[in-house]
């Protein structure tokens, strides 16, 4: 029994087409689980519906073990935080932080305490008297969490709270908002479409596409066993590269461009004669040796990233890029050898997009780390 | 060698430049250019709105004849008859009795039909429509339907009145109800656009204000108090400052109402300066009364962006 469980969940506007479709989920208490999706795959509706903001057109949603679809927002004993931080602009930061407290007539001592606590934590002291339009977006930020801290609702709902910071205070909130979650055993339920801030956050993920779940795991799981083309594609930077690829003659042709011999063993009979899609991680194509399988290729970009390096190159009219570790001093326009090996691929159906066989190489690497 | 020779001069050149002298060129450019810009305000000011305040300011000085020509110079002595007049008295008294009758009221009126009319509910665009109508009524077209409501004997209201047994009353000709009149007709006419102003303030409020409040929990009542009024406050403060203005301007309704009568009971100072200068064309007097409205609505403004600029929130 999860803390939260959706059952047939769906969502529709005025009747027509539906938003959500069928959503089964459970989250378990205590979890940091983060719904990840593409604007307008209905992550946020989706979080609404579960914060009593939206109806709920189908299906059954419990918290904490009761139905709670009839239920008013202020019933279902939850927080939330807004993209836009949805702080009161006219009230200063303490009476911002007071005011669901207030609201429901808490005990003056109670709120007292409870401010000073969560101040402290939240390293809010020193700015209780100002008006959000003085603080800067980080600490706006802070007052919003604040105000979900301050609650002690044992649920806290996120939608987007970070979208509105820049990079670099973005990477220090996402520890912030971890830590704090860990440290109050709060059952957090998070809405990104970054994909960073899912794969660092998360416990577990949900991937949606148009209002229909892709896959739901640990990130690591997301990350080597994409269950469909489009989670292969959306978890991951630089993205998967992928490639129309057929069997023939114990030989892989992947845009009828590469060519790879590999022995029938290596692939189960389940792949062959089949229409497929290739798919395979930028990290799973180091620069090659002698002694390995190569193809050459020639480079149409080159990106340097400090301890990293990309190239890029066409295979077909597909462009790949590979990562290598280091610094590569190479030019656009030379030809480098580069290890492609079936052990590293995953095999997607070319027609449903649905995953086939996910890469042997990262199984082994797992097990390695174990 | 020749070709040294030019370097040097255009160096030399460079260190003659007047810093100063360039920057004080490039003000001036700029003013000018802002100056452009603001020129047919200016005319247009000018001619319609500071030409005439001076004029009148000129006016107040003087005794006039009928054509409005300045005849004998008397100094302040339009003022202290004014100030000694018992007629000017009752014209103030009515006047400060008609804003405080108006202004509220309005307000009141039209922040619960808007407070109301932003609720998100089925055909709420037909109510909104018919609680904005006032607006597109012209002052005539509302003062004669309102005429023919106080109508004494086929009036709506005396009729209802006769339902219930009341006597009749006599609306626009008893002296204790005429100013009343007119400010239930002038609240029925400003509800409009104080009404539309008032919808578009609520509309820009952030709905993740209520959303949040709605998850912390807080009811209807605490809502409007605590998040609505403060985010309304810069319009609200609009709102009251126009209505006021307008409250002290009325004519129209006055004119075809009640004429400034009963017993000069409806009559406004606008009303007062009109009958003034085109009854009596004494334009020296009316000149005098129009300066003094002026003087009461720029205090009564001064004060209130005083005690507003504290109380008004600005996003």
Redesign the interface.
């Known amino acids: 029994m999860g803390y939260i469980e959706l059952m047939d969940i769906s969502k529709s506007y005025n009747k027509q087409s539906n938003v959500l479709n069928g959503i089964d989920l459970q989250i378990e208490e205590g979890e940091f689980f983060v719904l990840v999706g593409p604007s307008g795959s209905g992550k946020s509706t989706l979080l609404r519906m579960i914060?009593?903001?939206e109806e709920i057109s189908g299906g059954t949603l419990k918290i904490n073990e009761k139905v709670v679809n009839h239920l008013?927002?202020?019933d279902r004993n939850?927080?939330?935080v807004?993209q836009?931080y949805?702080l009161?602009?006219?009230?200063t930061v303490e009476q911002n932080i007071l005011?669901?407290l207030h609201?429901?007539k808490v005990d003056k001592q109670v709120q007292k305490k409870r401010l000073e606590e969560t101040a402290k934590m939240m390293g809010l002291s020193e700015l209780l008297n100002r008006k959000p339009?003085e603080l800067s977006g980080g600490q706006r930020q802070r007052v919003a969490l604040a105000?979900a801290v301050v609650?002690e609702a044992p649920l806290c709902l996120m939608d987007e709270p970070l979208s509105n910071l820049d990079a670099k205070l973005r990477a220090n909130m996402r520890i912030e908002i971890r830590r704090l979650q860990k440290k109050l055993g709060l059952t957090m339920v998070y809405v990104t479409h970054d994909q960073v801030e899912a794969m660092t956050m998360g416990d577990r993920i949900m991937v949606l596409n148009d209002g229909i779940i892709q896959q739901v795991g640990e990130p690591i799981e997301l990350y080597n066993k994409p269950a469909n083309l489009f989670v292969a594609t959306f978890i991951g930077s630089p993205k998967m590269n992928l490639g129309k690829a057929k069997i023939k003659n114990d030989q892989l042709i992947i845009e009828d461009a590469l060519t790879i011999p590999f022995e029938k063993m290596d692939v189960p009979e389940s792949i062959q004669n089949r229409k497929l899609v290739i798919g395979l991680r930028a990290e799973h194509m180091p620069h090659g040796n002698e002694t390995q399988q190569v193809q050459h290729v020639e480079i149409v970009n080159v990106e340097h990233l400090g301890n990293e390096t990309l190239v890029s190159f066409e295979i077909g009219t597909e462009l790949w890029t590979a990562k290598w570790l280091g610094q590569w001093l190479i030019q656009v326009g030379d030809r480098v050898p580069v290890h492609i090996s079936v052990e590293n691929m995953c095999f997607f159906d070319a027609e449903t997009g649905d995953l086939i066989k996910a890469a042997a190489f990262t199984r082994k690497q797992e097990v390695v780390l174990r | 060698m020749s070709m040294s020779n030019p370097m040097i001069e255009s160096s030399q050149e460079f260190h003659e430049i007047n810093y100063e002298n360039v920057k004080k060129k490039q003000r001036a450019k700029t003013f000018t250019k802002g100056m452009v810009f603001l020129l047919p305000s200016i005319v247009l000011f000018g001619t319609f709105l500071f030409y005439p305040l001076f004029k009148t300011m000129y006016l107040s000085f003087f005794l006039t004849n009928a054509r409005g020509e300045t005849t004998v110079y008397v100094g302040l002595q339009n003022y202290i008859e004014m100030f000694t007049s018992p007629i000017f008295h009752q014209s103030m008294k009515s006047t400060f009795l008609f804003v405080l009758y108006t202004v509220p009221t309005t307000i009141i009126i039209a922040l619960s039909l808007a407070v109301i009319a932003n609720e998100k509910l089925k055909g709420i665009g037909f109510f909104r429509t018919i609680f904005s109508s006032t607006m597109g009524i012209s002052v005539a077209a509302a003062s004669v339907f309102w005429l023919y409501m106080f109508h004494p004997s086929i009036g709506f209201l005396n009729r209802i009145l006769e339902l219930f047994g009341v006597e009749s009353i006599g609306w626009l000709t008893d002296p204790k109800w005429a100013l009343l009149a007119v400010a239930v007709t002038t609240i029925w006419m400003n509800l409009g656009f104080t009404f539309l102003v008032l919808l578009g303030g609520l509309q820009s409020i952030d709905s993740y204000l209520y959303e949040s409040a709605d998850i912390d929990g807080a009811g209807y009542f605490y809502k409007l108090r605590r998040i609505t009024i403060p985010m309304l406050s810069p319009t609200l403060f609009f709102v009251i400052t126009v209505t006021i203005i307008n409250a002290f301007q009325t004519f129209g309704q006055i004119d075809i109402l009640t004429q400034g009568g009963p017993q000069n009971s409806t009559n406004l100072i606008v009303y007062s300066i009109y009958r003034e200068a085109f009854s009596n064309y004494q334009f020296g007097t009316a000149s005098a009364q129009a300066i003094v409205l002026f003087t009461i609505i720029l205090i009564m403004t001064i004060i209130q962006f005083k005690i507003g600029e504290r109380k008004v929130h600005y996003q």
Do not use: D, Q, T, V
Not at chain 1, 88 to 91: A, I, Q, S
């Open positions: 914060a009593g903001l008013p927002p202020k939850l927080s939330m807004f836009n949805a009161y602009p006219h009230l005011f669901g609201a429901k339009r105000r609650s």
